[in-house]
Protein backbone atom coordinates (compact mmCIF):
# COMPACT_ATOMS: atom_id res chain seq x y z
CA UNK A 1 0.00 0.00 0.00
CA UNK A 2 1.06 3.03 -0.97
CA UNK A 3 -0.20 5.83 1.89
CA UNK A 4 -3.90 5.01 1.08
CA UNK A 5 -3.69 4.54 -2.76
CA UNK A 6 -2.51 1.29 -4.44
CA UNK A 7 0.46 1.15 -5.85
CA UNK A 8 0.69 0.81 -9.76
CA UNK A 9 3.04 -2.04 -10.87
CA UNK A 10 5.27 -1.59 -13.97
CA UNK A 11 6.75 -4.89 -14.95
CA UNK A 12 7.18 -8.16 -13.17
CA UNK A 13 8.64 -8.99 -10.21
CA UNK A 14 12.57 -9.70 -10.76
CA UNK A 15 15.51 -10.35 -8.18
CA UNK A 16 18.99 -8.69 -8.29
CA UNK A 17 21.61 -10.50 -7.41
CA UNK A 18 24.95 -9.27 -5.71
CA UNK A 19 27.76 -12.26 -5.92
CA UNK A 20 27.80 -15.36 -7.44
CA UNK A 21 25.32 -17.89 -8.17
CA UNK A 22 26.37 -21.90 -8.01
CA UNK A 23 25.63 -25.01 -6.10
CA UNK A 24 28.01 -23.66 -3.30
CA UNK A 25 27.61 -20.06 -3.07
CA UNK A 26 24.59 -18.20 -2.02
CA UNK A 27 24.14 -14.56 -3.05
CA UNK A 28 23.12 -11.81 -1.04
CA UNK A 29 19.69 -10.77 -3.65
CA UNK A 30 17.16 -7.78 -3.53
CA UNK A 31 13.69 -8.40 -4.43
CA UNK A 32 12.55 -5.86 -6.79
CA UNK A 33 8.49 -4.71 -7.64
CA UNK A 34 8.76 -1.74 -10.63
CA UNK A 35 6.32 0.76 -9.65
CA UNK A 36 5.27 3.87 -11.45
CA UNK A 37 6.80 6.52 -10.44
CA UNK A 38 4.24 8.98 -11.54
CA UNK A 39 1.38 7.28 -9.18
CA UNK A 40 1.16 6.15 -5.83
CA UNK A 41 4.40 6.10 -3.87
CA UNK A 42 5.06 3.37 -0.93
CA UNK A 43 4.10 5.10 2.74
CA UNK A 44 6.14 3.77 5.79
CA UNK A 45 8.07 0.85 4.76
CA UNK A 46 9.53 -1.98 7.11
CA UNK A 47 13.02 -1.90 7.83
CA UNK A 48 15.71 -3.02 5.23
CA UNK A 49 13.06 -2.13 2.73
CA UNK A 50 13.89 0.85 0.23
CA UNK A 51 12.99 2.59 -2.88
CA UNK A 52 15.44 2.84 -5.18
CA UNK A 53 15.35 4.59 -8.54
CA UNK A 54 17.41 2.41 -11.64
CA UNK A 55 18.70 4.31 -14.00
CA UNK A 56 18.15 2.97 -17.48
CA UNK A 57 21.22 0.87 -19.14
CA UNK A 58 21.90 -1.55 -21.52
CA UNK A 59 21.07 -5.56 -20.60
CA UNK A 60 22.31 -8.68 -21.88
CA UNK A 61 19.86 -11.43 -21.48
CA UNK A 62 18.38 -14.29 -22.28
CA UNK A 63 14.76 -15.98 -21.34
CA UNK A 64 14.13 -19.37 -19.94
CA UNK A 65 11.11 -21.51 -19.62
CA UNK A 66 9.87 -25.05 -17.42
CA UNK A 67 12.81 -26.71 -15.87
CA UNK A 68 15.21 -24.51 -17.05
CA UNK A 69 14.08 -22.10 -15.14
CA UNK A 70 14.99 -24.32 -11.97
CA UNK A 71 17.90 -24.38 -9.97
CA UNK A 72 20.37 -25.64 -10.75
CA UNK A 73 19.39 -26.08 -14.87
CA UNK A 74 19.20 -21.93 -14.16
CA UNK A 75 22.61 -22.02 -13.74
CA UNK A 76 23.44 -22.47 -17.92
CA UNK A 77 21.44 -19.47 -18.88
CA UNK A 78 23.91 -17.51 -16.01
CA UNK A 79 26.83 -18.55 -17.68
CA UNK A 80 25.39 -18.28 -21.32
CA UNK A 81 24.84 -14.56 -20.72
CA UNK A 82 28.34 -14.19 -18.82
CA UNK A 83 29.93 -15.76 -21.55
CA UNK A 84 28.26 -13.77 -24.19
CA UNK A 85 29.33 -10.18 -22.28
CA UNK A 86 32.86 -11.52 -22.19
CA UNK A 87 33.01 -12.73 -25.95
CA UNK A 88 31.63 -9.51 -27.06
CA UNK A 89 34.16 -7.28 -24.92
CA UNK A 90 31.00 -5.60 -23.18
CA UNK A 91 31.54 -4.88 -19.08
CA UNK A 92 29.77 -5.74 -16.41
CA UNK A 93 27.71 -2.88 -15.26
CA UNK A 94 25.89 -3.84 -11.77
CA UNK A 95 23.94 -7.13 -10.50
CA UNK A 96 22.36 -9.67 -12.74
CA UNK A 97 18.64 -9.75 -12.54
CA UNK A 98 16.02 -12.68 -12.51
CA UNK A 99 13.08 -11.39 -14.44
CA UNK A 100 10.13 -13.45 -13.20
CA UNK A 101 8.40 -13.08 -16.53
CA UNK A 102 5.38 -15.51 -15.92
CA UNK A 103 5.99 -17.55 -12.35
CA UNK A 104 3.54 -20.26 -11.33
CA UNK A 105 4.21 -20.52 -7.89
CA UNK A 106 6.31 -23.75 -7.82
CA UNK A 107 10.55 -23.77 -9.64
CA UNK A 108 10.62 -26.34 -12.21
CA UNK A 109 6.68 -25.84 -13.59
CA UNK A 110 6.31 -26.14 -17.21
CA UNK A 111 4.98 -22.61 -17.70
CA UNK A 112 7.33 -20.84 -15.55
CA UNK A 113 9.35 -18.30 -17.76
CA UNK A 114 12.46 -16.29 -16.09
CA UNK A 115 14.62 -14.12 -18.23
CA UNK A 116 18.43 -13.75 -16.97
CA UNK A 117 19.11 -9.67 -17.88
CA UNK A 118 22.95 -8.46 -16.91
CA UNK A 119 23.41 -4.56 -17.03
CA UNK A 120 26.50 -3.97 -19.37
CA UNK A 121 28.15 -1.02 -20.56
CA UNK A 122 29.94 -1.13 -24.12
CA UNK A 123 33.30 -1.48 -24.23
CA UNK A 124 35.75 1.29 -24.75
CA UNK A 125 37.17 2.05 -28.46
CA UNK A 126 40.57 0.79 -29.44
Same mark, same amino acid.
Given at each position: MAGRDLLTFTGPAFCRLHGPVTQEDASPVEA @???FAAAAAQPGDLPDGMVVLDLPGTLYASTVVDGAAAAFPDILAAYDAVASWITTHAFDFAGPVHEIY !? !?? @??EPGHPDNRLEIAWPITEPDGP
Open positions: @CLP !R !RW @CG
